[in-house]
């Protein structure tokens, strides 16, 4: 179940709209509840990286034999790694979505005042969220992103995935072998890249 389900079903039977019972504090307890998240999933990852550097690094002048089932195990934690990726990336749009959220309800009063409020409140809260999980507002101020507001309807998220093979682990082993790279320079080649790095938003 997803935050938007979440959040509407925690305020369930209410008369008002849900997104006008809900408080900025509590939307400030969840953001804080998914960011523990995050940090952990973060963690994990880490881990796993380091994991694969390691068996790297003990098959450096190992037989071909010994190369091939060192490199499936590498693929093994590589396919762990990006499906804890593709979680870290959904929690990252959740993050954007949730902070934004809070932003539109701090400023709940002007966009009443501006008829965005009325549009805002009929969305369904999935739909609502995943439009809040693409945009970026320029900055704190109301006015400057008024238009961004407007805008983020209709929008659609675009996914990215990250593909590595056998044969691209063997081709660094053999360029650590011939001298063409140290065991160090290829860390960063095999680190599997988070494709959307959030930044930090209040």
């Known amino acids: 179940m997803g935050i938007g389900s979440r959040i509407k079903k925690a305020l369930g039977g209410k008369e008002k709209p849900w997104i006008e019972t809900i408080t900025v504090e509590e939307l400030e307890r969840e953001l804080m509840q998914l960011d523990n998240q995050i940090m952990m999933l973060s963690r994990e990852i880490e881990k796993l990286e380091k994991q694969k550097k390691d068996l790297f690094q ?20 590589d396919m762990e790694v990006k499906m804890k990726l593709r979680e870290y990336n959904r929690m990252m749009k959740q993050r954007r979505a949730l902070s934004n959220l809070i932003r539109l309800k701090k400023w709940e009063a002007r966009l009443k005042e501006k008829g965005i409020w009325e549009k805002i409140k009929s969305l369904d809260t999935d739909k609502l969220m995943k439009m809040l999980s693409d945009v970026e507002f320029v900055d704190k101020s109301f006015e400057d992103n008024v238009d961004k507001i407007n805008e983020i309807l209709g929008k659609e998220l675009e996914t990215m ?4 093979g056998t044969k691209e682990i063997l081709e660094l082993w053999e360029k650590v072998e011939k001298a063409e790279m140290t065991p160090e320079s290829v860390e960063e080649k095999l680190s599997v890249k988070i494709e959307e790095k959030e930044k930090e938003v209040e």
């Not at 002048?61 to 195990?73: C, F, H, M, R, T």
């Not at 995935?161 to 590595?164: F, H, L, M, R």
């Open 58 to 77: 003990k098959g450096v002048g190992k037989s071909d034999v010994e190369k091939i089932l060192l490199a499936e195990k590498i693929k093994d934690i």
């Open 161 to 164: 995935e990250i593909d590595t």
